[in-house]
């Protein structure tokens, strides 16, 4: 799936444009994503993306990056053998569009903030 724009609360992916926080998995985007901590992303934030098993995962952190990853959510992810990339969220899509072609890519993308 190729993300053909982004700006602050939005996104265009494969022609749909979603107003919410999503998960790009390579079949499908989730639109209904929501942390349990709002800013904070945490390990149980991305069980579904886990039972996916991704090569890499790019987390997109915000317009102005204010979603923060706490170091045991990125050890973590670590320890299940992916690759992670934290940006804010307009160079984690500039990322994500680079990798997916090749790579079992997920991006999990703060919209917002």
């Known amino acids: ?8 609360g939005k996104i ?3 022609g749909k444009q979603y107003n919410s926080d999503v998960i790009i ?27 996916a098993k991704p090569e890499i995962l790019v ?3 915000g317009y102005l990056g204010l979603m923060k990853v706490p170091q045991k959510t990125i050890g973590y992810v670590e320890t299940k053998g992916i690759k992670i990339y934290i940006e804010r969220t307009s160079r984690a899509v500039d990322l994500y569009n680079r990798l997916h072609k090749d ?4 991006a999990a993308l703060h919209l917002t903030c």
């Not at 799936?1 to 602050?8: A, D, R, V």
């Not at 349990?36 to 579904?48: N, P, T, V």
């Open 1 to 8: 799936m190729t993300i053909e724009h982004y700006s602050f």
């Open 12 to 14: 265009l992916i494969q």
């Open 25 to 51: 998995y390579p079949d499908r985007v989730d639109a209904s994503w929501w942390r349990k901590k709002g800013h904070e992303l945490h390990i149980d934030d991305l069980k579904d993306v886990f039972d």
């Open 59 to 61: 987390i997109g952190t």
């Open 103 to 106: 790579s079992n890519v997920i």
